[in-house]
T-cell receptor
Framework: GNSVTQMEGPVTLSEEAFLTINCTYT??????LFWYVQYPGEGLQLLLK?????DKGSNKGFEATYRKETTSFHLEKGSVQVSDSAVYFC???????????????FGQGTILTVHP | GAVVSQHPSRVICKSGTSVKIECRSL??????MFWYRQFPKQSLMLMAT?????????EQGVEKDKFLINHASLTLSTLTVTSAHPEDSSFYIC????????????FGDGTRLSIL
């Protein structure tokens, strides 16, 4: 089956520190990969995505590269801010036909806290 | 961008009552909507997939009679938690698929359900 494994948290960093959150996956097909962010009391927002090997998704200073050889999609940011404090979810979706996405499979989430 | 509105954002009620949560796609037609449950500090668990005009498809282990889903129009799906008990307390999140979007799903802000 399909699964996503994220590095266990919580992760606590000082402002301007470098962030890495590891994510690996197993999939029966060729998935698209995503990072979602959830701020306290809210739903999920798409942070970035990559749909094929070696693609790099980036947004708001965050980036992740689709590595097929290591089945990984690690999230990185060079300098975190207090406002980045949230829960981060790695996810995959298999193509359901044409350009349609299938169901999302989520990792367990990683809580990030950034201190001033 | 595609907006999904979920209502109410928070509800507190007595054990034994039924609670209805609404999920609306505001600026697109959603043929498919999804309902998730999220326990504290855990990932999202897909409960069911809701298709407009047909019965919902429930994930294994989710009680159909407990969690009633109705997708009566292309912009509205409802989740009714029947005869709710304290163990049903959780954060429920809906999402909707926009066929014209490059994202797999757009998420509502969630509903915090507390059963006393």
């Amino acid at each position: 089956g399909n699964s996503v494994t994220q590095m266990e948290g919580p992760v606590t960093l000082s402002e301007e520190a470098f962030l890495t959150i590891n994510c690996t996956y197993t999939a029966t097909g060729y998935p698209s990969l995503f990072w979602y962010v959830q701020y306290p009391g809210e739903g999920l927002q798409l942070l970035l995505k990559a749909t094929k090997a070696d693609d790099k998704g980036s947004n708001k200073g965050f980036e992740a590269t689709y590595r097929k050889e290591t089945t990984s999609f690690h999230l990185e940011k060079g300098s975190v801010q207090v406002s980045d404090s949230a829960v981060y979810f790695c996810a995959l979706s298999l193509n359901a036909g044409g350009t349609s996405y299938g169901k999302l499979t989520f990792g367990q989430g990683t809580i990030l806290t950034v201190h001033p | 961008g595609a907006v999904v509105s979920q209502h109410p954002s928070r509800v507190i009620c007595k054990s034994g009552t039924s609670v209805k949560i609404e999920c609306r796609s505001l600026d697109f037609q959603a043929t498919t909507m999804f309902w998730y449950r999220q326990f504290p500090k855990q990932s999202l668990m897909l409960m069911a997939t809701s298709n407009e005009g047909s019965k919902a498809t429930y994930e294994q282990g989710v009680e159909k009679d407990k969690f009633l889903i109705n997708h009566a129009s292309l912009t509205l799906s409802t989740l009714t938690v029947t005869s709710a008990h304290p163990e049903d307390s959780s954060f429920y999140i809906c999402s909707a698929r926009d066929p014209g979007s490059n994202q797999p799903q757009h998420f509502g802000d969630g509903t915090r359900l507390s059963i006393l």
